[in-house]
């Protein structure tokens, strides 16, 4: 009996152990797959945070600008390192006008097709 029991306790630490071990980028933690940013006067933001991962594949294109935490973007501006609009405008609606120029499908360009009632 206890061999059988120790059978099975090494058994599932290995099934464990292969599980944690084996999870590799897929499983990081992405964030939210929709992120709803405050748009001021205007509607907020349904930003799709997955789609853009996908499309990127690299998180500094966004994050060098602004840290990966939740309210990152209004804390700045709070503290004044940030400008109203700016991340939208110099970031945001620049890049979808540089992957638009070069052939690729790409997100709006203009404020109301962000500044939406709903998610994309």
Do not use: W
Not at 82 to 92: A, S, Y
């Amino acid at each position: 009996m206890k061999e059988k029991l120790i059978l099975v306790l090494m058994f599932g630490g290995i099934l464990f152990y292969f599980g944690i071990a084996g999870s590799g980028a897929d499983d990081e933690n992405k964030g939210a797959e929709i992120i709803l940013l405050p748009g001021g006067k205007m509607r907020d933001i349904h930003f799709p945070h997955h789609r853009h991962q996908d499309a990127l594949g690299d998180c500094t294109i966004c994050h060098d600008l602004f840290p990966q935490r939740i309210g990152s973007i209004q804390e700045l501006k709070n503290q004044g390192k940030l400008k109203k609009k700016q991340v939208m405008q110099e970031h945001c609606i620049d890049c979808h006008k540089k992957m638009k120029s070069a052939g690729r499908n790409t997100g709006p360009t203009s404020c109301g097709r962000c500044h939406r009632k709903t998610g994309y």
